[in-house]
């Protein structure tokens, strides 16, 4: 089973345990990570799951899609480079140890 380390923006890491197929979202969600809002229950319309991807696992998460890319446009914390949103990124064996930063808010 895979696990994700949350980093929130006080610096404190939260580790937990992932399925594979679930979504970096539905998995804070899941683990009551405080830091991720997830209004829209994944649907890829809310831009309230954005996270920081840590740099040594961005070319592991997947690229940006167009819709997504348009969403991050409109976070309520800085869009970095690294920025995405959690319920796009898919969980898999691959992804076990990934490292999300969280930012400052979601709102």
């Known amino acids: 089973m895979p696990s ?3 980093i929130h923006h006080d610096t404190r890491a939260e580790t937990v345990s992932a399925n594979d197929g679930d979504s970096a979202m539905y998995t804070a969600l899941l683990h009551g990570i405080d830091g991720i809002t997830g209004e829209c229950g994944g649907g890829a ?3 309230t799951c954005h996270v920081y991807v ?3 696992w961005l070319g592991k998460v ?3 899609g167009a819709d997504e890319d348009e969403l991050l446009e409109g976070v309520a914390s800085e869009r970095l480079p690294n920025s ?7 969980i898999t064996e691959a992804l076990d140890g990934l490292v999300l930063r969280l930012p400052e808010r979601q709102v």
């Not at 995405?84 to 898919?90: A, P, V, W």
């Open 4 to 6: 994700i380390t949350f």
């Open 45 to 47: 319309v809310c831009a």
């Open 54 to 56: 840590d740099d040594n």
């Open 62 to 64: 997947g690229t940006v």
């Open 84 to 90: 995405r949103l959690s319920c796009q990124i898919k």
